[in-house]
T-cell receptor, first 113, second 111 residues
Framework: GAGVSQSPSNKVTEKGKDVELRCDPISGHTALYWYRQSLGQGLEFLIYFQGNSAPDKSGLPSDRFSAERTGGSVSTLTIQRTQQEDSAVYLC???????????FGQGTRLTVV | GNSVTQMEGPVTLSEEAFLTINCTYTATGYPSLFWYVQYPGEGLQLLLKATKADDKGSNKGFEATYRKETTSFHLEKGSVQVSDSAVYFCALKRGYNKLIFGAGTRLAVHP
């Protein structure tokens, strides 16, 4: 597609369940980011993939969070044993290279009930 | 570590008023600086950027100048419109590292 695509757009899950959020970056983009935006808050960095380098996982809030990027393209963010404080909009962005802008998807709104 | 601090919102202005949203940063070396905007119901999009000291980024009537001496990148617009109502995020990036965002500033412009 022309832009960064995220699915699902909305997800309601019960506390304790696992969820998977998907990001399809723009074709050819080597860098991919996941951020979290809680209500009224800024963007919290979660994880960053750059080409074949080891990902920067420094923003993952706990070991319940993990992400992978298969084949340098699609990425999946997995949250295990969800908690109510995980409720937020999860944003994905991709970038072609160092000198170009990052393009953001519309986000996945996760609600844990 | 690297960080971005921007003024808290919300900022409420009348149409055609002058806008300033302050942004200061802490970073080692020489980061690139950005302003992103999030319109209601839409994803984040790049508004403008500057990659070195004294550069001025501009777009849609908005401007920001990279001030190394004051470590600032304040966003300005001479005459805001209702359609400028959005959340504005200041951000920095160093090299191949991650984008670091400020907390965001909500702007509401009234007719």
């Amino acid at each position: 597609g022309a832009g960064v695509s995220q699915s699902p757009s909305n997800k309601v899950t019960e506390k304790g369940k696992d969820v998977e959020l998907r990001c399809d970056p723009i074709s050819g983009h080597t860098a991919l980011y996941w951020y979290r935006q809680s209500l009224g808050q800024g963007l919290e960095f979660l994880i960053y993939f750059q080409g074949n380098s080891a990902p920067d996982k420094s923003g993952l809030p706990s070991d319940r969070f993990s992400a992978e990027r298969t084949g340098g393209s699609v990425s999946t963010l997995t949250i295990q044993r969800t908690q109510q404080e995980d409720s937020a909009v999860y944003l994905c962005a991709s970038r072609l290279d160092e000198n170009t802008e990052a393009f953001f998807g519309q986000g996945t709104r996760l609600t844990v009930v | 570590g690297n960080s971005v601090t921007q003024m808290e919102g919300p900022v409420t202005l009348s149409e055609e008023a002058f806008l300033t949203i302050n942004c200061t940063y802490t970073a080692t070396g020489y980061p690139s600086l950005f302003w992103y905007v999030q319109y209601p119901g839409e994803g984040l999009q790049l508004l403008l950027k500057a990659t070195k000291a004294d550069d001025k980024g501009s777009n849609k009537g908005f401007e920001a100048t990279y001030r190394k001496e004051t470590t600032s990148f304040h966003l300005e617009k001479g005459s805001v419109q209702v359609s400028d109502s959005a959340v504005y995020f200041c951000a920095l990036k160093r090299g191949y590292n991650k984008l670091i965002f400020g907390a965001g500033t909500r702007l509401a412009v009234h007719p």
